[in-house]
């Protein structure tokens, strides 16, 4: 077989699809198993298509045989390629409860995100013109994903039943607020999407809340999301279940779970600590750390690094060890 398909478990299989992103090809998973079932596909591109129904033909299967989507989060290289597969096999696609509407109603969704993205930039210190800039660019990536309608719901806590497989589904927010959780306590696998990845620290970005009310206020008011604080307690989470396998929505699978999970909860304490050291020194704004942290990234990655920032921010807030404070439309930290 070739280095793009991969069996990982028993009746699992790992197909490396390619996406246009930085992070470099995404993982989709089939679960050989009635109904046959695929985690994840990849962005909507024709390139990732063929060689998602490369990997399946390789398995032995092909597209029209597919019986039941499941999408980990929102992310569009998880779930661009959603309603293609849906047209073309008459699959069910299960999604967590609350991410049900956003994904059917994708492009406004997608607009709202962006939208919540800009006001935070300009807050926190973002340069306007960056921000306009970053939200162009956001907007024409929306075409990686897509809408779809999902025939099935899952409710965290609850169990997707499959001939020879039981998942437990386990809504695990921070990455994203809809990352959604399939755990195989039987065999101790966890299919993770991008909850725990062997070489990257899941970025916990902020994005528009699930719920609309919440979506509303949201971009109504100065309140923010706060993923980060939401991360920690799910991998706590994940850590209690000791898993002896996390397949990730990139890379290789994560064996060494406890040990990486520690290992990310010490570095989220020591840039926590790094970050309250700099604002200890004078007040800034967000983007004035992230710049003073990681520079030029800081503007051509405008809105990572700055969620980066205040994820943080959020950990020491926590602690009473910071305190934000408008002056002139912008907001200052304070230790
Ligand atoms: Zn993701």
Same mark, same amino acid.
């Not at 909507?44 to 999408?71: C, H, K, M, Q, R």
């Not at 039943?161 to 039981?166: G, I, S, V």
């Not at 999301?225 to 929505?249: D, K």
């Given at each position: 077989?070739?280095?793009?398909?991969?069996?990982?478990?028993?009746?699992?299989?790992?197909?490396?699809?390619?996406?246009?992103?930085?992070?470099?090809?995404?993982?989709?998973?089939?679960?050989?198993?009635?109904?046959? !079932?695929?985690?994840?596909?990849?962005?909507?591109?024709?390139?990732?298509?063929?060689?998602?129904?490369?990997?399946?033909?390789?398995?032995?299967?092909?597209?029209?045989?597919?019986?039941?989507?499941?999408?980990?989060?929102?992310?569009?290289?998880?779930?661009?390629? !959603?309603?293609?597969?849906?047209?073309?096999?008459?699959?069910?696609?299960?999604?967590?409860?609350?991410?049900?509407?956003?994904?059917?109603?994708?492009?406004?969704?997608?607009?709202?995100?962006?939208?919540?993205?800009? /006001?935070?930039?300009?807050?926190?210190?973002?340069?306007?013109?960056?921000?306009?800039?970053?939200?162009?660019?956001?907007?024409?990536?929306?075409?990686?994903?897509?809408?779809?309608?999902?025939?099935?719901?899952l409710?965290s806590?609850e169990?997707l039943?499959?001939?020879?497989?039981?998942f437990e589904i386990i809504?695990?927010?921070?990455?994203?607020?809809?990352?959604t959780?399939l755990?195989?306590?039987?065999?101790?696998?966890?299919?993770?999407?991008?909850?725990?990845?062997?070489?990257?620290?899941?970025?916990?970005?902020?994005?528009?809340?699930?719920?609309?009310?919440?979506? /509303?206020?949201?971009?109504?008011?100065?309140?923010?999301?706060?993923?980060?604080?939401?991360?920690?307690?799910?991998?706590?989470?994940?850590?209690?279940?000791?898993?002896?396998?996390?397949?990730?929505?990139?890379?290789?699978?994560?064996?060494?779970?406890?040990?990486?999970?520690?290992?990310?909860?010490?570095?989220?304490?020591?840039?926590?600590?790094?970050?309250?050291?700099?604002?200890?020194?004078?007040?800034?704004?967000?983007?004035?750390?992230?710049?003073?942290?990681?520079?030029?990234?800081?503007?051509?990655?405008?809105?990572? !690094?700055?969620?980066?920032?205040?994820?943080?921010?959020?950990?020491?807030?926590?602690?009473?060890?910071?305190?934000?404070?408008?002056?002139?439309?912008?907001?200052?930290?304070?230790?």
């Open positions: 077989m070739s280095a793009s398909v991969q069996a990982v478990a028993p009746g699992l299989h790992r197909i490396e699809v390619p996406t246009p992103f930085r992070v470099g090809p995404v993982n989709a998973y089939l679960v050989e198993d009635e109904p046959l !079932t695929l985690v994840d596909n990849g962005p909507n591109s024709a390139t990732s298509l063929l060689a998602l129904e490369s990997g399946l033909n390789e398995i032995g299967y092909a597209v029209a045989d597919l019986e039941l989507l499941v999408v980990t989060h929102q992310h569009v290289d998880h779930h661009g390629l !959603t309603s293609a597969l849906l047209s073309r096999s008459g699959a069910e696609l299960a999604v967590l409860d609350a991410l049900a509407a956003p994904l059917a109603g994708w492009p406004a969704y997608a607009e709202g995100n962006d939208a919540l993205a800009q /006001r935070l930039m300009c807050r926190h210190g973002v340069p306007e013109g960056v921000a306009t800039v970053l939200r162009a660019v956001a907007r024409a990536q929306h075409g990686w994903g897509g809408a779809a309608q999902a025939s099935r719901l409710v806590g169990r039943e499959l001939h020879a497989h039981t809504h695990a927010p921070g990455h994203s607020p809809s990352d959780l755990w195989d306590a039987r065999e101790r696998i966890m299919l993770g999407g991008d909850h725990l990845l062997e070489h990257i620290s899941s970025n916990p970005i902020i994005a528009l809340p699930l719920d609309e009310s919440d979506a /509303r206020r949201a971009l109504d008011e100065p309140c923010r999301p706060h993923p980060l604080p939401a991360y920690l307690a799910s991998l706590r989470r994940t850590r209690s279940l000791r898993p002896a396998i996390v397949l990730g929505g990139h890379g290789p699978p994560v064996r060494n779970v406890p040990a990486l999970i520690d290992e990310r909860l010490r570095f989220h304490a020591r840039r926590a600590e790094k970050i309250h050291s700099m604002i200890v020194e004078r007040p800034r704004a967000a983007h004035e750390v992230a710049r003073a942290m990681w520079g030029e990234r800081a503007l051509t990655q405008a809105f990572l !690094t700055l969620c980066e920032v205040l994820g943080h921010v959020d950990l020491l807030a926590e602690q009473r060890r910071v305190l934000e404070v408008e002056e002139d439309a912008i907001v200052r930290l304070h230790a």
